[in-house]
């Protein structure tokens, strides 16, 4: 089974919109981390936002959040107020367990349009 | 936040030739390294872990001797493609992580990427 599943292959979104980009994950293992990250046309990979498996609330960082939803498994990106930057791919990623040395397994990724 | 760099950014080589990918984490002491690789509008694969001092954990499915990882020092590791082919053809990322990262979690930091073309 994927471990991380990223069901939007394209999204376009309108200037000064939110989107919400849709990542959902599987894991039996109590403790994981999840993150975002960002990869424009140039190809370098950007952080941009980490939750926690026992965080307790939904993490943010400026324009970005990630909707949480544990039972659910998902932890969707939303980005409020889109700039025409933002057009990009996005990965959404899981960490198993607590050993910080553990490998990320990553989603196929959405590619974001935003239009003017 | 943590800079990670790769060296170099785009290489061109012949077919049968090897190409030596640097990784560097500048500012931190990288215990754990990562090498993926990605090809056009496909997601990022795991190709190993390497940690300092001791030799590098290879994915399934990943060929150890055409793909020589070398993590030799705390601030560096190195990917060589030995006798390069156009399959080879793609884009290598790295990413560290490290004992003193800070703020985001524990997550990794990744370099800029090298893209490799085999003629």
């Known amino acids: 089974a994927q471990k991380i599943t990223q069901t939007q292959p394209g999204m376009f979104v309108q200037e000064k919109e939110a989107v919400t980009l849709d990542c959902t994950y599987d894991?039996?293992?109590?403790?994981?981390?999840l993150f975002w990250y960002k990869q424009p046309s140039s190809g370098e990979m950007i952080f941009l936002i980490y939750?926690?498996?026992?965080?307790?609330q939904n993490a943010t960082e400026g324009r970005y959040s990630l909707n949480f939803q544990k039972a659910r498994k998902s932890a969707n990106l939303v980005i409020s107020a889109s700039q025409l930057g933002d057009s990009a791919m996005y990965f959404c990623?899981?960490?198993?367990?607590?050993?910080?040395?553990?490998?990320?397994?990553f989603g196929t990724g959405t590619s974001l349009t935003v239009i003017p | 936040g943590a800079v990670v760099s790769q060296h170099p950014s785009r290489v061109i080589c012949k077919s049968g030739t090897s190409v030596k990918i640097e990784c560097r984490s500048l500012?931190?002491?990288?215990?754990?390294m990562f090498w993926y690789r990605q090809f056009p509008k496909q997601s990022l694969m795991l190709m190993a872990t390497?940690?300092?001092?001791?030799?590098?954990?290879?994915e399934q499915g990943v060929e150890k001797d055409k793909f020589l990882i070398n993590h030799a020092s705390l601030t560096l590791s190195t990917l060589t493609v030995t006798s390069a082919h156009p399959e080879d053809s793609s884009f290598y990322i790295c990413?560290?992580?490290?004992?003193?990262?800070?703020?985001?979690?524990?997550?990794?930091?990744f370099g800029p990427g090298t893209r490799l073309t085999v003629l």
């Open positions: 990623a899981m960490r198993e367990g607590r050993n910080t040395g553990n490998q990320f397994y």
């Open positions: 939750q926690g498996s026992y965080d307790q």
């Open positions: 500012d931190f002491q990288a215990t754990t």
């Open positions: 390497s940690n300092e001092g001791s030799k590098a954990t290879y």
């Open positions: 990413s560290a992580r490290g004992a003193r990262l800070a703020g985001g979690g524990d997550t990794q930091y």
């Open positions: 894991t039996s293992d109590p403790s994981y981390g």
